[in-house]
Structures are given as C-alpha cells and as structure tokens.
C-alpha cells in the first residue's frame, strides 16, 4: 500500500518561509521521482518542482528562484524549501511519486503518480 503523507504546511505572511516535507512508504524511494504541485481554489493543479532517482531537478518558472526540492534517501523524505512567498502562493500543495522509468515529467506525475492528501499554505 503506497502512502505519501506531506506536512509542513500552515500560514505565513508574504515574505515568509515554509518548509514542505513529505515521506512515502510502500515505495522504493531511490527508484521513483518525486514532485511537488499544488493547485489552488478555480485553477489547475500546477507542477513546481521534481527530483529524480539521480538527484536532477526540475522547476516551474514561477518557483524557480524561491523554491528548493531535495531529498534524503536515507530518511526516505523529500522537501520543498519556499521562500519569498507570495500571497499568489496560497494552495493546497502535493507531494507525488512516479517510477523513475517514466522520466519524472508532470505528464508522468498525473498519469502514473501516487499522490498525497495535500497540505494548505496559506500566504496573507
């Protein structure tokens, strides 16, 4: 049974600095890329940031610059470091997994990808 659980959310005001985590279980963690997406109220879910099985990243252009993905492949945790936050923000963010072998693109993520519960951050 595959779970990704995020946490870290909460709210902060613009400028501010949250750190997003996310630790998946009934996966091989160093097989699989990871994402991070969000999606707020009346828009599409967005991709942010992806990491893949060898370390590579990958970022949106409205996060490159201010957001971070890494991961710990011994603590099996990826996170999502944000900073300069913005009210535009504000979403439910989402931790996924897809198989390495399916090249960690968004696309991937959405046909193919386990997916967490989501956490809120709200900038004001």
């Known amino acids: 049974h595959v779970q990704l659980v995020e946490s870290g959310g909460g709210s902060v005001q613009a400028g501010g600095s949250l750190r997003l985590s996310c630790g998946p279980s009934?996966?091989?963690?160093?097989?699989?890329?990871m994402g991070w997406f969000r999606q707020a109220p009346g828009k599409e879910r967005e991709g942010l940031a992806a990491?893949?099985?060898?370390?590579?990243?990958t970022y949106a252009d409205s996060v490159k610059g201010r957001f971070t993905i890494s991961k710990d492949d011994g603590k099996n945790t990826v996170y999502l470091e944000m900073h300069s936050l913005y009210p535009e923000d504000t979403a439910v963010y989402y931790c996924?997994?897809?198989?390495?072998?399916?090249?960690?693109?968004?696309?991937?993520?959405?046909?193919?990808?386990?997916w967490g519960q989501g956490t809120q951050v709200t900038v004001s």
């Open positions: 009934g996966i091989t963690f160093g097989i699989h890329c």
């Open positions: 996924a997994a897809v198989p390495a072998t399916f090249g960690g693109t968004w696309s991937s993520f959405a046909q193919r990808g386990y």
């Open positions: 990491i893949h099985s060898d370390g590579r990243t």
